[in-house]
């Protein structure tokens, strides 16, 4: 394994002397999805609880289409299927944007991400104490200011525990990110058992950084637990 290191830590770690590889990689895969996918869910969170169903409807055939097939088929999608079409090929701007392995995957990664964290922040905003509402209605607030204020804040909160799932259980699936040829850890740790046939070596870096990194994520989440969802505690 010492042999193995001294020849692929920076390809594990960062680059391969040229471009981004291994953990740098797989961590702006991770951070670069979460974080559009985090946005994009806020406003389809609050369209999945609407009474009308004209704005429901859509939000929810989505999440339901992106959560009910693989990862994996949507990135094959995304990364061969949508450029193979005559139609795309030919747009200046699509066709350029689905011929880059990079887009394809971020644009997967955050569709899928963003399905699971709308049905998380919808569940969080229907289980919220309608007291809370009716509260904040006393005061006057409607309409945007409601959910800019109160509702989604709190749904927020409460929603940690579940998000922290979904953000470590992305991590684990970026490891299909290989499939469009982009050099993530799963990648290097491929591209190292090729070389050298040391398949437990090889493989075992990869588990461990993984596993380095998943107890990272939950040891900030629990911390963000403790500061946003204490008043949720025993009272002393």
Not at 83 to 112: E, I, K
Not at 113 to 127: D, K, V
Not at 167 to 196: E, Q
Request: charged letters at 15%; hydrophobic letters at 50%.
């Amino acid at each position: 394994m010492i042999e193995l290191l001294q020849e692929y830590w920076k390809a594990f770690l960062y680059t391969d002397g040229v471009n981004m590889t291994g953990l740098a990689m797989t961590l702006w895969l991770l951070s670069a999805s979460i974080f559009i996918g985090f946005f994009l869910s806020i406003p389809l969170s609050i369209a999945r609880v609407s009474p009308r169903f004209w704005v429901r409807w859509p939000v929810q055939f989505y999440t339901y289409v992106f959560r009910g097939t693989p990862l994996y088929i949507q990135l094959l999608i995304c990364y061969t299927g949508i450029y193979s079409l005559q139609a795309v090929r030919d747009q200046p701007l699509l066709g350029p944007f689905f011929r880059d392995a990079m887009n394809c995957t971020l644009l997967a990664f955050a569709l899928n991400t963003c399905a699971y964290t709308t049905e998380i922040f919808a569940g969080a905003i229907r289980s919220m104490n309608h007291g809370e509402v009716e509260a904040a209605k006393a005061y006057g607030l409607r309409g945007w200011k409601l959910y800019a204020y109160v509702i989604m804040p709190s749904a927020l909160r409460r929603s940690l525990p579940y998000y922290s799932n979904e953000v470590i259980l992305m991590l684990h699936s970026t490891t299909v990110a290989f499939t469009a040829t982009i050099p993530d850890i799963l990648k290097v740790a491929r591209d190292a058992n090729s070389a050298t046939f040391m398949t437990f070596q090889s493989f075992g870096i990869a588990a461990l950084i993984y596993l380095a990194i998943t107890f990272t994520l939950v040891g900030l989440f629990r911390l963000a637990e403790r500061r946003w969802l204490a008043f949720l505690g025993p009272a002393h």
